[in-house]
């Protein structure tokens, strides 16, 4: 509880700050895991890794294994992270001229991180979604803050 009552009181910079670095390694949590998901240690676990990446097929247009693709979704989710880490990052800097947009801004990153987070939770696993829920909560105490700033 008092921990709760000291976010609503801390500045939106040191919020949103906070919630870019646990992104960030949230980020480098990801790709550490995702760049070891071909060498498993469950025989079974290393038969699908090898039917995933050892039969390619066309589609739209290209020839990827599903190990392929498998890894550009992965590549792209730590671009996604990052991209995150980085608005966020951007968005703690916030002037008093641009309230509006930021407010605007962080409301569809709330948005956005709650729904990652609750992805995590139904298809991959708790610790990953931690980080996710806990930016978006510190999100929109930054949002409610910026409220105090702008009044």
């Known amino acids: 509880m008092v921990y709760i009552l000291t976010l609503k009181n801390m500045k ?9 670095i646990i992104m960030l ?3 480098m949590g990801h790709t550490m895991g995702h760049l070891k998901w071909k060498q498993p240690t469950d025989p079974v676990q290393r038969e699908v890794v090898k039917q995933m990446t050892t039969h390619p097929s066309p589609f739209m247009g290209a020839i990827h294994t599903v190990g392929e693709y498998y890894d550009g979704y992965g590549f792209a989710t730590t671009l996604a992270l990052l991209l995150i880490a980085a608005i966020l990052w951007i968005a703690s800097a916030v ?3 641009n ?5 605007k801004i962080l409301v569809v990153m709330t948005v956005i991180l709650f729904a990652w987070g609750v ?3 139904i298809f991959f696993f708790p610790f990953a979604a931690a980080f996710s829920l806990l930016s978006m909560l510190l999100c929109v105490f930054a949002i409610l803050n910026l409220k105090k700033v702008s009044q």
């Open 25 to 27: 390694l949230h980020c």
């Open 12 to 20: 939106p910079k040191i919020l949103l700050r906070s919630a870019s």
């Open 95 to 97: 002037d008093t001229k």
């Open 99 to 103: 309230l509006a947009m930021v407010r």
């Open 119 to 121: 992805d995590e939770l």
